[in-house]
């Protein structure tokens, strides 16, 4: 059988916090949590706010490191393997990205940034990478000179999508990036995403509670409870017999909503 | 009866660069009792339709229609103060991002007691009126389905979720026994099932007290199933309004067809449906009709402003409408236009 993608084992978090001089308490953010990915496959992460899924997109994208337990990207584990390269193979795209781009540097230049710090190439090359990189989101050449200000919302979007696309990374983590964008944006990102996921063959880890994208989007749904995963299925088993009692929840109210009131 | 009745609103905003018409010839009318949802992009100037109503526009912007009435009063005669005054004992306003709206320094408690109206009960002993004040300040918590109204009203703002401050929002809103509710996307940072709760709310509120309630969200797929009437805005200016049942199942605009196919359910992974584009600035609209460069069925009549048709109980501003069929098309072109 072929390794997947990426295999997280049994990672767990604990935060320490101090109370006073002499006490802390511990809070077990996740508790032993383990899936595979596979290549061009898409995990919805969906859970209430405080089970753990915003740490769990730290962890990967290597914000933070994980209490114990390994995360392995083509079988080999990414703790020994020195942080340039696993920063170049997974990488998150921020919640908000307006406030995530420098608003006194050219697009370009923030576009380019990643790829100046991670790898050795010369200028020119360079400049082909960027284009490149910007017509595959959808963006124009000439919005390499633009300042974020200038740009729509989606557009920013697009431009940190590029940033974290230009050094051809395995793995996007998205921290609720999609769910405070409008519909028809969400559409055309939603298009955009499925081109490159088929084009590219990258894995996508999407956490968030916009369900109808992910019923979309997604191949496999994990749902999170107070850092433990309460149920890990594919999406059309999730969203047509939820075995949990808060997925129940979540579906039936979402149907709801989707259906109208039920009297 | 005509609760709310405004007829080409204009709202201008007046920059250094000239003058920026933000909503344009906005025409609404909610009845008495009636779920009315206003749906849009951001920008496309439906929150402004909705402060505009209740006057909280500050003198920077420009407020003009041909007719802007509430419950048979003129709001364009009263000066702005009277305006507030006379919007806020009649009609209340809720916001997305709840918790940012509550005083993060006074206990929900206290907040609740100010929303309260402030005319003593004169026929109850001074002494008994501070703890009936208090008590009506439970029973509206009760109303928007708080029970432990106790421990609610102990607590400061951040100890809360956003959902429990939305309901404190809506029981502060209700407080006044408004006649209309505005709901600024009140569930757009949510997940479904406090969603659904706010939603049950509303249509409650809606039912049980004949409250009005103008519901403007950014979501066709949920406005379709919880409102009676819809209106689509598209850069300030509202492209069709009519039935939501009908408006969902048979959009005449290209722009509510893109939004309507959108939310039809397919169970294969495929690419969707989309419109082409971002919505254009304010500053930079394309002449003509503002759909125009991103409309699949653009022709060379589009590069006139098409005016609001009307249509039985529907209205729309195109030029080549979906689903209608010729003499159809011909009869409310030479109808009724403005």
Redesign the interface.
């Known amino acids: 059988m072929q390794t997947p993608l990426l295999q997280v084992k049994h990672i767990s978090k604990t935060y320490h916090n101090s109370k006073g001089w002499f006490r802390h308490e511990t809070v077990e953010a996740i508790k032993s949590v383990s899936f595979d990915l596979k290549r061009a496959h898409t995990l919805a992460v969906i859970g ?2 405080g089970s753990g899924k915003s740490t769990l997109a730290r962890i990967l994208a290597g914000e933070m490191s994980p209490s114990s337990g390994d995360i392995l990207l083509h079988g080999q584990n990414l703790n020994d393997t020195n942080q340039r390269q696993r920063c170049m193979d997974i990488r998150m795209i921020p919640q908000r990205p307006s406030l995530s781009l420098n608003p006194r540097l050219r697009v370009g230049m923030q576009i380019l940034a990643p790829l100046v710090q991670h790898r050795s190439l010369t200028p020119s090359l360079r400049q082909q990478k960027l284009y490149a990189t910007m017509r595959d989101v959808g963006l124009l050449e000439e919005h390499a000179d633009y300042y974020p200000n200038m740009l ?4 920013r979007l697009r431009v940190t999508l590029a940033r974290a696309m230009i050094v051809d990374p395995e793995v996007l983590v998205f921290d609720q990036t999609l ?2 964008m ?4 969400r ?2 990102l ?2 955009l995403l ?2 490159l996921q088929q084009s590219r063959g990258m894995a996508y880890i999407m956490i968030g ?1 916009q ?2 994208m992910i019923r ?2 997604a191949d496999d749904v994990m749902v999170m409870q107070q850092g433990e995963v309460i149920e890990f299925r594919p999406t ?1 088993e999730i969203f047509e017999s939820p075995a949990s009692e808060y997925t129940q ?2 579906i039936y ?2 149907n ?6 039920s009297s | 009866m005509n609760l709310l009745d405004i007829r080409n609103l204009t709202i201008e905003l007046e920059t250094p660069q000239g003058i920026i018409t933000a909503v344009e010839r906005f025409s609404l009318v909610v009845q008495d009792g009636e779920f009315r949802g206003i749906v849009g ?2 920008g496309s100037g439906k929150s402004l339709v909705g402060r505009a109503i209740m006057g909280l526009l500050s003198n920077k912007w420009r407020v003009r229609a041909d007719r802007f009435f509430f419950a048979g009063e003129d709001l364009q005669q009263m000066d702005v103060d009277e305006h507030r005054r006379f919007m806020g004992r009649e009609a209340a306003m809720i916001f997305q991002q709840p918790s940012s709206y509550l005083d993060p320094i006074a206990k929900i408690g206290e907040q609740i007691l100010e929303a309260l109206p402030q005319t003593p009960r004169l026929n109850l002993a001074f002494w008994r009126r501070n703890s009936d004040r208090l008590e009506k300040v439970s029973a509206l918590l009760h109303k928007v389905g708080i029970r432990d109204h106790k421990r609610i009203m102990a607590s400061y703002p951040h100890e809360l ?1 956003e959902g429990l401050c939305q309901k404190i929002m809506i029981a502060m809103a209700i407080a006044n026994e408004p006649r209309l509710l505005i709901a600024d996307e009140p569930t ?2 949510m ?3 406090t ?2 709760q706010i ?2 709310l509303m ?1 409650k509120m809606n039912q049980l007290r004949k409250l009005s309630v103008v519901h403007i969200c ?5 406005a ?3 409102t009676d009437r819809v209106t689509i805005m598209y850069c300030g200016q509202s492209v069709e309004a009519g039935p939501t049942q009908q408006v969902v199942e048979q959009p005449l605009h290209p722009y509510t067809h ?2 309507a196919t ?2 039809k359910r397919d ?1 294969q ?1 495929q ?2 449906n ?3 584009g ?2 254009p ?1 304010l500053q930079h609209l394309p002449t003509g009709c503002r759909l125009g460069p991103r409309c699949p069925r653009a022709h060379k009549d589009c590069i006139e402003m098409p005016r609001s048709r009307y249509l039985r109980n529907r209205s729309y501003r195109c030029h080549a409408p979906f689903n209608l069929e010729e003499k159809h098309a011909n009869a409310a072109a030479s109808g009724q236009t403005h």
């Open positions: 209430e706010a729509s919302a989606s557009q769910s405070a409008d519909i028809t944006m559409a055309q939603i298009n499925t081109m509670h369900l109808s979309h989007l059309d929840r979540l109210a979402y709801e909503l989707v259906q109208g009131p | 992009e951001s979720s757009s940072t997940e479904a099932t969603k659904i939603y049950k249509a950014n979501e066709l797929e949920t379709a199933n919880w893109a939004l959108l939310i169970p992974r690419m969707l989309v419109m082409p971002t919505m600035t």
